[in-house]
């Protein structure tokens, strides 16, 4: 490896690095409302049943003291699972985008770029293989991070909830999820990065295109592709919020699809839909605008 694509995947992983770590802080209230929306029942939380569930009503449950009174203070309770979804998304979206730069620099996949007739076929490759390799590298901080959200789990620490897990569920209960987290991963980055790279080079062959709008381009090219993605790829998350969360038995994605449709119908897999879609939309276009600034940087 040359020193210029040395210095492509420093500019990779330093992008992933600072995206995962500011998008955790920034957009993990969204994530925790979205937990709670999605999860079967909430069995620390009398204010709220299954049959009750909004948004509103989460933030101002939330936010009640034991006087039933609203306080600020509560605010931080929007944060819960901060620590491990920091531990996960970092080298989460490191690794992602190191293997996105890697990949689409390949002899074999390097038209994903440049248009033509594979440019489809390499980008969803591309989206896929990345997406997948972090997905399993840090899907036990990803089952660790949604029980903290969920608050039915009162793990003290991120090890002693490792502990807890391969102690009454085994090894197994560390990739509780992983299929439907394929699933959903695997479509949306499979539909995104392909509508990314085509969006993209449709706005750059655009007359309108400009160099000095390029940071602007780059954001809208990310919201039109997220959004259209979102929705997608919104059943897989609620099936692997409701396995993640079950510590009983090994239930199987298609019969737990099964009780959420039998329970809640075809509503009950949108659960959560507005908060995991807004946060997902600012996440892509921060963290692609940054990714190609950085890379256009290292390119010059």
């Known amino acids: 490896m040359g020193n210029r694509e040395k210095s492509n995947l420093s500019s990779s992983v330093l992008s992933g690095a600072i995206s995962g770590s500011f998008s955790s802080v920034v957009f993990q209230p969204l994530d925790f409302i979205k937990t709670k929306l999605q999860q079967p029942e909430f069995s620390q939380n009398a204010r709220l049943t299954p049959t009750n569930r909004n948004i509103k009503l989460i933030v101002r ?27 996960r998304a970092v080298p989460g979206a490191a690794f992602y985008f190191a293997s996105v730069d890697y990949l689409r620099n390949t002899s074999y996949l390097s038209h994903s770029d440049f248009g033509g ?5 390499h980008s969803l490759v591309i989206g896929v293989l990345s997406r997948s390799m972090a997905d399993i590298a840090t899907h036990p901080l ?19 909830a490792f502990r807890s ?48 709008q390029e940071s602007a381009y780059f954001a809208i090219c990310a919201l039109i592709s997220s959004t259209l993605t979102c929705a997608l790829t919104q ?31 075809l509503k009950g897999f949108f659960a959560g839909f507005l908060p995991r879609s807004t946060r997902k939309i600012l996440m892509s276009v921060f963290s692609w605008t940054l990714y190609e600034k950085l890379s256009l940087r290292q390119n010059k």
């Open 61 to 87: 449950s939330t936010l009640l003291d034991n006087d039933n009174q609203v306080s600020l203070r509560n605010s931080r309770k929007f944060w819960t699972g901060l620590t491990p979804s920091l531990f």
């Open 235 to 265: 059943p897989p998350d609620v099936i692997r919020s409701y396995m993640q969360l079950s510590s009983k038995g090994d239930k199987s994605f298609l019969s737990t699809g099964v009780d959420i449709y039998t329970k809640n119908g």
């Open 142 to 160: 990803n089952v660790v991070k949604t029980r903290y959200e969920s608050e039915n789990f009162k793990y003290k620490s991120i090890l002693g």
């Open 117 to 121: 007739p594979n440019q489809l076929f």
């Open 165 to 212: 897990i391969l102690v009454h569920e085994g090894a197994r209960g560390l990739f509780k999820g992983l299929v439907p987290t394929l699933l959903r991963d695997i479509s949306y980055s499979g539909t995104y990065y392909p509508l990314y790279t085509k969006t993209k080079l449709l706005v750059k062959q655009s007359e309108y295109f400009s160099k000095d």
